[in-house]
């Protein structure tokens, strides 16, 4: 019984994931993005927002499918599904890092 309740609480959170992500790619709302929160009023206003709203929306993505395989794994007891998510998190975070890069060389 625990296990369902757990897969719907990751089933939640997983859909949540969606929505931000959703918002991200469309470029609505708050934008989730570590140089935007940082950044000062004047540097937010002449922004390019368009490519954080992206890397932010892939990320969210990625953080949900996350967590709705880790649902499903909570149903189906596998072993293996863990190992799915280990490689999409380290996928996620090198193109966290990566695009970050690419986006302040673009900048300049």
């Known amino acids: 019984?625990?296990?369902i309740i757990g897969?719907?609480?990751l089933g939640i959170v997983a859909i949540v994931c969606y929505v931000f992500s959703y918002l991200q790619f469309n470029e609505k709302g708050f934008l989730f993005n570590n140089a935007y929160i940082y950044a000062s009023k004047e540097e937010r206003k002449v922004m390019d927002k368009k490519p954080h709203y992206k890397q932010s929306g892939i990320v969210f993505l990625m953080i949900g499918i996350i967590f709705t395989i880790n649902?499903?794994?909570m149903i189906l007891k596998t072993g293996w599904l863990f190992y799915v998510v280990?490689?999409?998190t380290v996928i996620a975070i090198i193109y966290a890092i990566a695009s970050s890069i690419i986006i302040e060389k673009n900048k300049r």
């Open 1 to 3: 019984m625990e296990n």
């Open 7 to 9: 897969a719907i609480v």
């Open 86 to 88: 280990i490689i999409i």
């Open 71 to 73: 649902a499903i794994d």
